[in-house]
């Protein structure tokens, strides 16, 4: 069974950095791409970023785009997400996920199958 987990999480001030991380169990991590989501209160869970499941092909949301890089370390089964010039309105509980097999559309929640929990990142000003 896959098991995604996230960690990294926690307070920052806007301005600062953070470092996300998405460790995969129960499936070889670099056969399949691999995105991130958050989802702030009161709001529906949005698209950050994604990789590919060699790392050639990343994808970000506009919002986030020059402020966060994904990368993979296929080794660890492993997943980060860098993100710096945090702004109070990134925050949000961060999730990683993967698809069952091949991704169409990497922006679209409903393309992802299995999730993590979730990790609280909060951004003060």
């Known amino acids: 069974q896959v098991q995604l987990m996230e960690s990294g999480g926690g307070l920052v001030q806007a301005g600062g950095s953070l470092s996300l991380s998405c460790a995969a169990s129960g499936r070889t991590a670099n056969d399949v791409a691999t995105g991130w989501f958050r989802q702030a209160p009161g709001e529906e869970r949005e698209f950050v970023a994604c990789i590919s499941w060699s790392g050639s092909s990343t994808y970000y949301a506009r919002s986030v785009k020059g402020r966060v890089t994904i990368s993979r370390d296929n080794a660890k089964n492993t997943v980060h997400l860098n993100m710096t010039n945090l702004r109070p309105e990134d925050t949000a509980i961060y999730y990683c996920?993967?698809?069952?097999?091949?991704?169409?559309?990497?922006?679209?929640?409903?393309?992802?199958?299995?999730w993590g929990q979730g990790t609280q990142v909060t951004v003060s000003s």
């Open positions: 996920a993967q698809p069952e097999y091949t991704l169409v559309n990497p922006y679209s929640a409903g393309e992802y199958d299995y």
